[in-house]
């Protein structure tokens, strides 16, 4: 939060904005072929936070979100449980510097 204040006059400039965070996770567990995928976008989207989900090759999920701290939160604690038909073993979680090189959520199919 920042103040400003000119010469005395009656002005105040107050600015909040929240800390933008990065966080990268991998997924283990009954995670594919249960639209882990798309729910989490969804979610994302939802909550205004950019990055992307794949699938592995091991059977797992690996993410990268970022965006307003409380919200990358909220999505990292979602994801630990995921959609109803999705049992998540674990997650790895590595949180990271922010870069905001995202313009939005998207699924990759790599």
Sequence with gaps: MACLLEKGAIFYYILTMSEKIRV???VSGKVQGVFFRSHTAEKARE???TGWIRNLEDGG???VF?????KVK?????AKRGPNLARVN???ILWEDYKGEFNNFEIKYD
């Design 90 to 92: 674990g997650i790895e």
């Design 24 to 26: 990268h996770i991998f």
């Design 61 to 63: 999920l690996e993410a």
């Design 47 to 49: 909550l205004g936070l």
């Design 66 to 70: 970022e965006g307003e701290e409380e």
């Design 74 to 78: 909220e999505i990292v604690k979602w």
